[in-house]
């Protein structure tokens, strides 16, 4: 059964067109990831929320905003999409890690793949 | 600052051949480690993960990593491949920041099966 679920497995959009993408888990996990990866590159952070505490990592760009309106769900929106954002984007989650011993491993979803026109 | 070195980007072995992925890691306390696999189009699936305690560690699909702290390496093994193995391997290492953990990745080992 599927425990990160990100909808849709596909998306294109036109330049310069806000688009969404979503995620949802049944895992209960505190704490929600969104990296981008490109083709034949290794995953990049972008942010996460612990429970509502957003955290944005440095260099990201303003134009990725995240939302998470509850534990199960969280959003990636990406305000005007260029070409440079085509990429697949992996949603995660992970258990708190604070007073237990050991980072919690982070499960993945399969991932939406953006394409922009 | 923390980082990882997959120093092989593609491998090609023949299936029933035993593997070997390199991973060397640099971090400067006790490192939380993982080895991610990554099939076509798909998400991250987690095979195995060292946080201390036995240096040699048994995953998922019949794969083992060895933790050498001496060499600051995690090499991932595996006896005798299956074609099914063909996929991206990524290593990890967990940054503990503020309760929750960041993951650093490696740049992943490609792995292609010949029949």
């Known amino acids: 059964d599927a425990m990160v679920i990100q909808n849709p497995r596909y998306q294109v959009t036109q330049f310069g067109k806000p688009v969404t993408l979503s995620c949802s888990q049944t895992?209960?996990?505190?704490?929600m990831y969104w990296y981008q990866q490109k083709s034949s590159q290794a995953p990049k952070l972008l942010f996460h929320?612990?429970?509502?505490?957003?955290?944005n990592e440095a260099d990201t760009p303003d134009n990725f905003q995240s939302r998470r309106p509850n534990t199960s769900f969280c959003f990636l929106d990406i305000r005007s999409p260029g070409l440079g954002d085509a990429a697949m984007y992996l949603c995660?989650?992970?258990?708190?890690?604070?007073?237990?011993?050991?980072?919690?491993?982070?499960?993945f979803g399969d991932g939406t793949r953006l394409s922009i026109l | 600052a923390q980082s990882v070195t997959q120093p092989d980007i593609h491998i090609t072995v023949s299936e029933g051949a035993s593997l070997e992925l390199r991973c060397n890691y640099s971090?400067?306390?006790?490192?939380?480690l993982f080895w991610y696999v990554q099939s076509p189009g798909q998400g991250l699936q987690l095979l195995l993960k060292y946080f201390s305690g036995d240096t040699l560690v048994q995953g998922i699909k019949g794969f083992e990593a060895e933790f050498k702290r001496s060499q600051s390496s995690f090499n991932l093994r595996k006896p005798s491949v299956h074609w099914s193995d063909a996929a991206e391997y990524f290593c990890?290492?967990?940054?503990?920041?503020?309760?929750?953990?960041?993951?650093?990745f490696g740049k992943g080992t490609k792995l292609t099966v010949n029949p």
């Open positions: 995660a989650t992970s258990r708190d890690s604070r007073g237990l011993y050991g980072n919690q491993p982070q499960h």
């Open positions: 971090y400067g306390a006790t490192p939380y």
């Open positions: 990890a290492v967990g940054d503990f920041q503020g309760g929750s953990e960041k993951l650093v």
């Open positions: 895992l209960n996990h505190n704490v």
């Open positions: 929320y612990y429970d509502k505490d957003f955290n």
